[in-house]
């Protein structure tokens, strides 16, 4: 039961921060699409699969986005 109650603690905490980032988000998607037509894209692709990491339930989704926009390592990224 106390689980819960922290939980709901936390997102009473974090409601609004979270509303205010998506509703950014939502206001710069509209811009892009309004100046960039729908064409298609691999920003837009990639954009597209971390709003799904986002509608995801679990606790990595920070990780997944993150990783999903990362370069793949290269062991002679010293040497280039």
Avoid: H
């Amino acid at each position: 039961m106390a689980e819960s109650t922290a939980t709901g603690s936390m997102l009473d905490r974090e409601f609004l921060n979270i509303r205010c980032r998506l509703l950014d988000l939502a206001a710069a998607l509209d811009r892009v699409e309004r100046a960039d037509g729908s064409g298609e894209s691999s920003q837009r692709q990639l954009i597209r699969e971390a709003l799904a990491f986002l509608a995801d339930d679990g606790v990595d989704r920070a990780e997944r986005v993150q990783m999903l926009f990362s370069l793949p390592y290269d062991p002679d990224w010293r040497t280039k």
